[in-house]
Structure formats: structure tokens, C-alpha cells
């Protein structure tokens, strides 16, 4: 089993998506069950025994006391600690102790100095709990001038700032291809939620603004839903409430691999520092990497974005929006990067957790959990979690793998777009047929349009 599943992973990584939600390819979609556990889901993978671990510890010991946890590459949990007491209690609690210069609040006091100074577009920061320091990077477009003022500032601060310029830009990833057209833009789909009474999708918040009206296709004949709730810059998370009849039917929550498969999603949380991660989209496919940094800050040409995770799983334009998982667990959903999957780089995620948490919504296909409101992130390891306990992070498989199909006579949008004929001319006429989807369909909210194009110019696809 886990070498089948290796081999769906490997073969997803060389194909893109077969289409998507929004631009990016990675669908929230039905699906077929062709691998299923009756699993009670009682245990948890090693990656977040590990995490937890860590993070009790950094929680009993205090801020003053360590500078983070993360997961080694042998899958034991590793603290940072600033002296010998805090390196015993790690050390009795099973977990592996890594004595540090810097705290966690000298690390925060830093990373407040770097949020308070003019913003420079271009540049983003994270704590490196591995290395005890902040890394600051500054893309091709940071001029000498704004280089040097940033490094006289870092030096101000200390040795606890390292400064790394870096290859490519930062740029919030909307130009892709294979798309789905609204009022702003195109972007990619990442979990279907719910608050209860109507589903939606969540995706990213710079895809476009409040009122944005989708379609599933390049003429604007299928219309999906419209964008109810947007927040970017600051955060990056937006809600597209589907049109009557169009929501995937209760309960799914399947986002597909590529290669006609799909991953059902479980359940909710935080990714921690270590842990093996995956993402997909119609520009790249399945690819994977590793969380290497929490709380990381972007300064996009549109805007300063907070509380992001830090990976090194590669992204391209047409993959933004898109969901980031591990183990059937929803963790984030792609904000932007710089490079590509060619020569790598850095992309950024919206926190599912945060999100869900703001926009008072959670993942659809989950137990209900009591009225009055939306529930908390759930937590809830898939079969594939259970089966890998205790490996290494490294091991990490995305999750129960379903075979991604319609069901019922009635076909949503979600399900038409797992059909490659509904893939190509998307490609094909997507300079000549924007112009005249906004023209034709678009023109009662055209004012709309130009103000958000004018305002976020600069990723506009």
C-alpha cells in the first residue's frame, strides 16, 4: 500500500491538475472511494505527536526561556532553549533539547523593529527557530539604496538578523492558465467550508474583491458563486459562495492529485516546522517540500501580509489559492513565492486555521459539532496518518487516496472541470476571450473591476 501510494505521489508531481477551481487547478471535488479505512481516527501522525510535544514544552517553559520547536529529520521533536534547566526539562520529556543565544522574545523584538520601518516591497522576513535567527530576504526588484537601509537596520538590531538576498520576486501567484474568470481576475480553489447553512470556497483573499463573480468557463456561460468575504493585504483569505445548485453535494471534501486521483480532507490544524507538506495546482501539480518557518511576513507590491508559513514547496503562477495538506489535514492555502519548480524557492501559505477561525466557517464533510456558530478546527488524521506513525516527517504521504469521479445524474462545475476537454481552450483563447467575457458579462460591475485592477495592478494575470 505505501508503495502505491508512493507511486501515485511520484506520477502526480509530473502531471499538472487536470483542471481547477479558479485558476490554480487544484480541485475541491466528489469523489469515488477506491481506497477507504474504517479507522476510527483516534491516533495522530508522528509529525503532529511531535508537534505537540514541542510545543507543550515551549508553551510550560515560556518565551524567555526557548525560541521555538520543530521536527527533526529523524521525526523526534527538537526546543530551543536558552539555558541548562530548560535543557533538562526537554530532555525528561522525551523530546531533544538545542541550547540557543537569542529567546524567542529577543527573536519577536527583532521581527517588530523590521514591521515598524518604512515598507519595502519585494522583502519578507521569518524566524528561524533552527538557526535562532531572522532571516530577512530582499527580492531582485529591492534597489541598492533600499538594501543598504535595510541591512544598517538589521545591523542596529544584532546578530539575531541575518540578511539573504534571493533569485526571482515576490509576487502573489494569479496569472495562470487553465482558469476560471471573475470580475478580478483568476485564481485557484483550495477547501470547501461551510457555516452551516451554505458551503463555499476558500481561496485567497487577493484573488479578487468582495462581489467578484466567478465562472467555470472562459465565455461566462457556467456561472460558480460570487465572493461574499475578502481579507488582503494583512491576511490572504477570501470565501466564494456557490449559486444555488451548485455546491458539491454534503459531506465531500476530496481535492484532487492529478492522474484521476484525489485526497480527502479530514481535518484541520497548524503545520509545524519540519513537517513534509504537499500542494498542487494546474500550472505544476502535486509537489512537496517542508515547512521551514511560522509567522513569516511578506511585503507584496500589494500590500504587507502577516502570519504566513514559510516552505520550500515550489509554486507557479495559476497555483495561487490552492490548498496546502498533509497527511488528509488542511493546513494552508497559497498565497505567493518567488522562483518556480524548475529552480526552486520559497511560497507562502495562508494558515487554514486562522482563516476558518476569522471567517467563523469550517470544513465541509466534517461531524457536525453542536449550534451556535461555527465550530473550531478540527483535528481529525486520515488513514494514511495512522499508517505512518512513527516514521519520519519524510514520510509523510498526503492522505487516503479516493478516486476522483462524478456521482449523481445532476454534474456541478466542480465536477466538469476534471474533464481535459474543458481544459484546452481555456488555454487557447485566454488573451482574446477575457476581453470579451468582461465586456459581455462583466460590464454591470466593470467600475468594480478597474478599481481593484488599479489598486493591485501589479498581479493582475
Given at each position: 500500500?505505501?508503495?502505491?501510494?508512493?507511486?501515485?505521489?511520484?506520477?502526480?508531481?509530473?502531471l499538472?491538475?487536470?483542471?481547477?477551481?479558479?485558476?490554480?487547478?487544484?480541485m475541491v471535488?466528489?469523489?469515488?472511494?477506491?481506497e477507504?479505512?474504517?479507522?476510527?481516527?483516534?491516533?495522530?501522525?508522528?509529525?503532529?505527536?511531535?508537534?505537540?510535544?514541542?510545543?507543550?514544552?515551549?508553551?510550560?517553559?515560556g518565551?524567555?526561556?526557548?525560541?521555538?520547536?520543530?521536527?527533526?529529520?529523524?521525526?523526534?521533536?527538537?526546543?530551543?532553549?536558552?539555558d541548562?534547566?530548560?535543557?533538562d526539562?526537554?530532555?525528561?520529556?522525551?523530546?531533544?533539547?538545542?541550547?540557543?543565544?537569542?529567546?524567542?522574545?529577543?527573536?519577536?523584538?527583532?521581527?517588530?523593529?523590521?514591521?515598524?520601518?518604512?515598507?519595502?516591497?519585494?522583502?519578507?522576513?521569518?524566524?528561524?527557530?533552527?538557526?535562532?535567527?531572522?532571516?530577512?530576504?530582499a527580492?531582485?526588484?529591492?534597489?541598492a539604496?533600499?538594501?543598504?537601509?535595510?541591512?544598517?537596520?538589521?545591523?542596529?538590531?544584532?546578530?539575531?538578523?541575518r540578511?539573504?538576498?534571493?533569485?526571482?520576486?515576490?509576487?502573489?501567484?494569479?496569472?495562470?492558465?487553465?482558469?476560471?474568470?471573475?470580475?478580478?481576475?483568476?485564481?485557484?480553489?483550495?477547501?470547501?467550508?461551510?457555516?452551516?447553512q451554505?458551503e463555499?470556497?476558500?481561496t485567497?483573499?487577493?484573488c479578487?474583491?468582495a462581489?467578484?463573480v466567478?465562472?467555470?468557463?472562459?465565455?461566462?456561460?457556467?456561472?460558480?458563486?460570487?465572493?461574499?468575504?475578502?481579507?488582503?493585504?494583512?491576511?490572504?483569505?477570501?470565501?466564494?459562495?456557490?449559486d444555488?445548485?451548485?455546491?458539491?453535494s454534503?459531506?465531500n471534501?476530496?481535492?484532487s492529485?492529478?492522474?484521476?486521483?484525489?485526497v480527502?480532507?479530514?481535518?484541520?490544524a497548524?503545520?509545524?516546522?519540519g513537517?513534509?507538506?504537499?500542494?498542487?495546482?494546474?500550472?505544476?501539480?502535486?509537489?512537496?517540500?517542508?515547512?521551514t518557518?511560522?509567522?513569516?511576513?511578506?511585503?507584496?507590491?500589494?500590500?504587507?501580509v502577516?502570519?504566513?508559513?514559510?516552505?520550500?514547496?515550489?509554486?507557479?503562477?495559476?497555483?495561487?489559492?490552492?490548498?496546502?495538506?498533509?497527511?488528509?489535514?488542511?493546513?494552508?492555502?497559497?498565497?505567493?513565492?518567488n522562483?518556480?519548480?524548475?529552480?526552486?524557492?520559497?511560497?507562502?501559505?495562508?494558515p487554514?486555521?486562522?482563516?476558518?477561525?476569522?471567517?467563523?466557517?469550517?470544513?465541509?464533510?466534517?461531524?457536525?459539532?453542536?449550534?451556535?456558530?461555527?465550530?473550531?478546527?478540527?483535528?481529525?488524521?486520515?488513514?494514511?496518518?495512522?499508517?505512518?506513525?512513527?516514521?519520519?516527517?519524510?514520510?509523510a504521504?498526503?492522505?487516503?487516496?479516493?478516486?476522483v469521479?462524478?456521482?449523481?445524474?445532476?454534474?456541478?462545475?466542480?465536477?466538469?472541470?476534471?474533464?481535459?476537454?474543458?481544459?484546452?481552450?481555456?488555454?487557447?483563447?485566454?488573451?482574446?476571450?477575457?476581453?470579451?467575457?468582461v465586456?459581455?458579462?462583466?460590464?454591470?460591475?466593470e467600475?468594480?473591476?478597474n478599481a481593484?485592477?488599479?489598486?493591485?495592478?501589479?498581479?493582475?494575470?
Amino acid at each position: 500500500m505505501r508503495h502505491a501510494r508512493r507511486r501515485i505521489v511520484q506520477r502526480g508531481a509530473r502531471l499538472a491538475a487536470v483542471g481547477g477551481l479558479l485558476c490554480g487547478g487544484f480541485m475541491v471535488t466528489r469523489a469515488m472511494a477506491s481506497e477507504h479505512s474504517g479507522a476510527s481516527g483516534t491516533a495522530a501522525s508522528s509529525a503532529r505527536v511531535a508537534a505537540d510535544t514541542g510545543a507543550g514544552l515551549v508553551s510550560r517553559l515560556g518565551t524567555s526561556r526557548t525560541a521555538g520547536n520543530w521536527i527533526a529529520a529523524d521525526g523526534r521533536p527538537v526546543v530551543a532553549v536558552t539555558d541548562a534547566d530548560a535543557a533538562d526539562a526537554v530532555k525528561r520529556a522525551g523530546a531533544r533539547p538545542k541550547v540557543v543565544t537569542h529567546s524567542m522574545q529577543d527573536l519577536k523584538s527583532a521581527t517588530q523593529t523590521l514591521g515598524s520601518a518604512p515598507r519595502v516591497p519585494g522583502t519578507a522576513w521569518a524566524v528561524d527557530y533552527t538557526k535562532n535567527e531572522v532571516v530577512v530576504q530582499a527580492d531582485s526588484t529591492v534597489s541598492a539604496t533600499d538594501w543598504s537601509r535595510m541591512t544598517k537596520l538589521a545591523d542596529g538590531i544584532g546578530d539575531s538578523v541575518r540578511m539573504q538576498r534571493t533569485q526571482g520576486t515576490f509576487t502573489t501567484r494569479v496569472n495562470g492558465a487553465q482558469a476560471i474568470f471573475s470580475t478580478s481576475g483568476r485564481c485557484s480553489a483550495g477547501f470547501n467550508v461551510t457555516n452551516g447553512q451554505s458551503e463555499f470556497i476558500l481561496t485567497a483573499g487577493h484573488c479578487g474583491p468582495a462581489g467578484s463573480v466567478w465562472f467555470s468557463d472562459n465565455t461566462g456561460k457556467q456561472q460558480v458563486g460570487r465572493t461574499v468575504t475578502t481579507a488582503f493585504p494583512g491576511s490572504d483569505f477570501s470565501l466564494i459562495q456557490y449559486d444555488t445548485g451548485q455546491q458539491t453535494s454534503a459531506g465531500n471534501n476530496v481535492v484532487s492529485i492529478g492522474g484521476g486521483n484525489g485526497v480527502r480532507i479530514t481535518g484541520a490544524a497548524d503545520p509545524a516546522v519540519g513537517q513534509r507538506v504537499f500542494r498542487s495546482g494546474s500550472t505544476s501539480g502535486l509537489r512537496d517540500g517542508k515547512v521551514t518557518a511560522l509567522n513569516a511576513t511578506v511585503n507584496y507590491p500589494e500590500g504587507t501580509v502577516t502570519g504566513l508559513v514559510e516552505t520550500t514547496v515550489c509554486a507557479e503562477p495559476g497555483d495561487s489559492g490552492g490548498p496546502l495538506f498533509s497527511e488528509g489535514i488542511a493546513l494552508g492555502v497559497t498565497s505567493g513565492g518567488n522562483g518556480d519548480c524548475k529552480t526552486g524557492g520559497t511560497t507562502f501559505f495562508q494558515p487554514v486555521t486562522k482563516a476558518l477561525t476569522a471567517l467563523g466557517v469550517t470544513l465541509a464533510g466534517l461531524p457536525a459539532q453542536g449550534a451556535g456558530g461555527a465550530a473550531q478546527p478540527s483535528l481529525a488524521p486520515s488513514a494514511s496518518a495512522m499508517a505512518s506513525q512513527g516514521g519520519a516527517p519524510g514520510s509523510a504521504a498526503p492522505g487516503a487516496v479516493e478516486a476522483v469521479g462524478e456521482t449523481g445524474a445532476s454534474e456541478t462545475f466542480v465536477s466538469e472541470l476534471t474533464d481535459p476537454n474543458n481544459v484546452g481552450p481555456g488555454l487557447l483563447v485566454i488573451g482574446g476571450s477575457v476581453i470579451a467575457f468582461v465586456a459581455t458579462r462583466f460590464i454591470r460591475t466593470e467600475q468594480d473591476r478597474n478599481a481593484y485592477r488599479r489598486q493591485y495592478s501589479q498581479s493582475w494575470g
